[in-house]
């Protein structure tokens, strides 16, 4: 009883650990990519004193700027912490907490490998809690993350920073909207009828095994992808910061590890979402479509999966950041009218229409 | 352990259900009820409705309370009009409350004899029989789509009503600003004639 708890708090632990560092490495990977896009060299001088002075490998991670993300953590560690005297200061240190949290706890419902056990032949999905309520679970707690914004924005007691709470929890409350309904047809298809199944992610893997789901309903994935952007609050849709016009939006009083805070959660979200993202639609640990799992039996071949699905989650960080050094930033407006106009009629119908392809799918089999 | 876990949750709830009340800071109040939420969606987990508790996280925790939030901060309630309740009104109320309750724990021990418990039990089993107590969200959906059908339309039809209720009535200030817009349109537009 206290083993297995010790074991799955080590594994909660190891997975925090693993998305931090991830968190911590794609913003070095956004201000290279970003450098790669504008042809700059990007951050290519911090360095430790013994492991940069290694001959070929020491210039090589220079290079690559692989220690910038413990200078900038640790920047925001050491600076000064201000308080702003006009702020509510419980409320103030509340909302990066606030925000962090929900971007943590959704990981635990998300699958991240598989493994066969070499006894049975039986598959285990890894993941932290197979609740059978898994996705709703991770819309629910996202959801939650809405208030670190509403409440880091009225707590900054600050115009241009109630301005960015109020824009971006108010996409982040529509876009939510047609982001549950694209994900329905999924959930469809992962819970066939005569099954005993569940919205858990484990199913829809599963559900994957030969066929990925983005092939068989690609608006549906892209529906879901846009939606993502907004949730993450990342641009075409940064209304939360919208530096242009906002200062720093929601954020615009925070400073040091309370900024930093902000920075790790929405790093935090997007690779959660990506890992949501391919979970539903890119097969999740599975190999490639139609080719069965080439993973042996054992930890070996659980090791390969999880590996498997985090570079599958890396291409996606990879996205969202070519994403962002590409496209402008939508207006306010132009943001409302996508999510309520176009957006949400979209997925309406793009559940009406696979509710009747799998009726008259399951006719025809029959 | 699952007794300690139901102690500590209703404590929590009624707790934070207690700060909603005596605040008087309305966005200290609005906080503590989505702790209230979160509290009666970890007692609905205590009790193995997890559908129903991630439906009271996500819908009124995530989304209604935010509009909540929304209000209070746009109107900048706080600090504002501090309500000072009448004491005769509080102790009235109180009062009630407690007669209330009391009276309720009280009618439902002495009534709650083994023989009546039967009853129930049989009277609801042998309608229910195809309907088998799961946690599972299949169940819940077969059952609200198969015996409970006719109340889920009807509260459907009833939200249906509401809502266009509410667009009825705010589509009058609409009209209203048009027609401005239109007269003042045809204003300019007379006197360009003009």
Redesign the interface.
Known sequence: MILEVLLHVLAAVLMITVVMTMAGYSVLAERKVSSWIQGRVGPNRTALPILSSIPIVGPLIVGLGLFQPLADGLKFLFKEEVMPGHVNKF?YVLAPIITLIPAMTTMVVLPFGQMIDPESGQRIPLILAN???GI??I???G??G??GV??GG?ASNNKYS?LGS?RS?AQM?SY?LAMGISVIPVLLLA?PPGM????SLVNVITSQDSLWNFVLMPISALLFLICLFAETNRTPFDMAESETDLVGGFHTEYGSFKFGLFFVSEYTHIIVGSGVFVALFFGGSNFLPWLPNPWPSGIIGGVFSVLWFIAKVVCMIFLFIWVRWTLPRFRYDQVMNLGWKILLPISIANLVFYIIAFAVYEKLIN | MTDLLFYIFAGFTILSAFCVVINQNA?NSA?FM?LTFVGVASLSITMQA??MA??Q??VY???IM??F??II??LGVEGGDKLKPNMLTVLASVSFLAIALVGTVIAFSLFDSPSLGNKISTSISSEADFLVFS????QLGYGLFTKYMLPVQVAGFLLLVAMIGVIYLSKKEVVKTKTLDESIKGSVAGSEVS
């Open positions: 409320y609740i059978d309520i709703l679970f819309f629910a707690v959801s939650l809405v208030y509403v409440i009225w109630f109020v929890s409350i939510e819970n005993e199944g569940g919205l | 966005v906080m989505i997890y559908f991630i439906l996280v996500l925790g995530g989304a935010v509009l939030l929304f901060m746009l946690s599972q969200t299949s």
